[in-house]
């Protein structure tokens, strides 16, 4: 099941592959790029649970991604610095990380510390908060499997889940039919492309207001579709913090 998103920054492409292994292996969702300016859109549209940020990047410097993020949002920042000087810390912690390791980092280590971070955010808990979009128009709860839309509760079926789900990982991405099919792959669908259509035009009945005008699942025509809200910030409705469930 998906649990915490963490957006991976990091230009080298083979730290960046590891990580997304180790991370993936261990139950993360990972968004992952090379660029520090795309890593402040992705964040804005994804709004990812905590960020793994290397400070020297080709484009934007990573102190400069970091106080953008910090400027826009309270989400953790584990720092990756190559520098060694002593005034690392007190430097990595004014730009407002959490947490930083000095390169060359253990992939198993940044694992630990990014579970610790929000081990220590999350007071214990590892189940992911409901996540909301469009101003809360959209709540979404992975640990409940609970679509709530203006308001209402809605009832999806297996597929539909994973296409609203899979959508909303980036909001504002295109998703090729294709891809959706491999995502939801292990379901209903027998590898037929227009199979994606028939879904969403079921599950646009569910979610939209005017399914004729659809605003939440926006065709991209000729390419795919995707999330027409973005990700809130905070969340707008309580949840229980010890509470768990077995929804598999
Ligand atoms: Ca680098």
Not at 221 to 237: E, K, N, V
């Given at each position: 099941?998906?649990m915490?998103?963490v957006?991976?920054?990091e230009?080298?492409r083979?730290?960046?592959?590891?990580?997304?292994?180790?991370?993936?292996?261990?139950?993360?969702?990972?968004?992952?790029?090379?660029?520090?300016?795309?890593?402040?859109?992705?964040?804005?549209?994804?709004?990812?649970?905590?960020?793994?940020?290397?400070?020297?990047?080709?484009?934007?410097?990573?102190?400069?991604?970091?106080?953008?993020?910090?400027?826009?949002?309270?989400?953790?920042?584990?720092?990756?610095?190559?520098?060694?000087?002593?005034?690392?810390?007190?430097?990595c912690?004014?730009?407002?990380?959490?947490?930083?390791?000095?390169?060359?980092?253990?992939?198993?280590?940044?694992?630990?510390?990014?579970?610790?971070?929000?081990?220590?955010?999350?007071?214990?808990?590892?189940?992911?908060?409901?996540?909301?979009?469009?101003?809360?128009?959209?709540?979404l709860?992975?640990?409940?499997?609970?679509?709530?839309?203006?308001?209402?509760?809605?009832?999806?079926?297996?597929?539909?889940?994973?296409?609203?789900?899979?959508?909303?990982?980036?909001?504002?991405?295109?998703y090729?039919?294709?891809?959706?099919?491999?995502?939801?792959?292990?379901?209903?669908?027998?590898?037929?492309?227009r199979?994606?259509?028939?879904?969403?035009?079921?599950?646009?009945?569910?979610?939209?207001?005017?399914?004729?005008?659809?605003?939440?699942?926006?065709?991209?025509?000729?390419?795919?579709?995707?999330?027409?809200?973005?990700?809130?910030?905070?969340?707008?409705?309580?949840?229980?913090?010890?509470?768990?469930?077995?929804?598999?």
């Amino acid at each position: 099941m998906t649990m915490f998103t963490v957006l991976v920054v990091e230009d080298e492409r083979k730290i960046r592959d590891l990580l997304r292994a180790y991370l993936e292996h261990d139950g993360f969702s990972v968004l992952s790029t090379w660029s520090g300016g795309e890593a402040i859109t992705l964040a804005a549209r994804a709004a990812p649970d905590l960020v793994v940020l290397d400070l020297r990047l080709p484009d934007v410097p990573g102190e400069e991604v970091a106080r953008e993020l910090r400027r826009t949002s309270e989400v953790p920042i584990l720092v990756l610095t190559a520098k060694t000087a002593t005034e690392d810390r007190i430097h990595c912690l004014e730009l407002g990380a959490d947490d930083y390791l000095t390169k060359p980092v253990s992939p198993r280590e940044v694992v630990l510390r990014v579970r610790a971070i929000l081990r220590r955010l999350h007071g214990g808990t590892s189940e992911e908060q409901p996540r909301s979009y469009g101003s809360g128009e959209l709540l979404l709860d992975r640990t409940r499997h609970t679509v709530t839309v203006r308001g209402h509760a809605v009832e999806l079926t297996n597929t539909e889940w994973l296409l609203l789900t899979s959508l909303a990982n980036v909001p504002g991405r295109v998703y090729s039919r294709y891809e959706l099919i491999n995502r939801t792959r292990g379901y209903d669908f027998e590898g037929y492309e227009r199979a994606i259509d028939s879904h969403v035009r079921n599950l646009r009945h569910k979610v939209e207001a005017d399914h004729r005008h659809p605003r939440i699942i926006e065709t991209v025509i000729g390419a795919g579709y995707r999330l027409g809200l973005h990700a809130d910030r905070s969340i707008p409705t309580a949840t229980e913090p010890s509470h768990t469930t077995n929804t598999g």
